[in-house]
């Protein structure tokens, strides 16, 4: 890492530390993956720039063979960490986002991005 907390991946610099970088790399080789770890870690901030890099990949809906290419499915133990990921996702597509599962906090960004106000 540089005195600025980044690090070099290739030609370009990052935030990300070292284990995200390594989840990072696990989520663009595996077909799953599996992001974990305590409190504060980064996780919902590794997983939000993943599917953002995952999306910059693919092509555009319009060019896609499949309908189902370039989705991405998110599974969380906890409603709030779902909600915290969705946030970040939110954020960059603000209309590609659905929840399932769950009730949506009334006032929520999220609540009309429930697949039942979908």
Request: glycine share 10%; aromatic share 4%.
């Amino acid at each position: 890492p540089s005195a600025d907390g980044t690090l070099a991946w290739g030609a370009r610099r990052t935030t990300l530390d070292p284990s995200q970088c390594a989840a990072l790399l696990d989520i663009l080789t595996r077909r799953v993956a599996v992001i974990q770890g305590p409190p504060g870690t980064g996780k919902t901030f590794t997983a939000v720039r993943a599917v953002q890099l995952l999306a910059s990949l693919s092509p555009p809906l319009d060019q896609r063979e499949k309908l189902t290419a370039g989705l991405v499915l998110v599974l969380t133990y906890k409603n709030q960490a779902l909600d915290d990921f969705l946030l970040g996702c939110l954020r960059i597509w603000p209309n590609g986002v659905a929840r399932i599962g769950g009730q949506p906090k009334a006032g929520s960004p999220l609540e009309h991005r429930h697949v039942h106000a979908l």
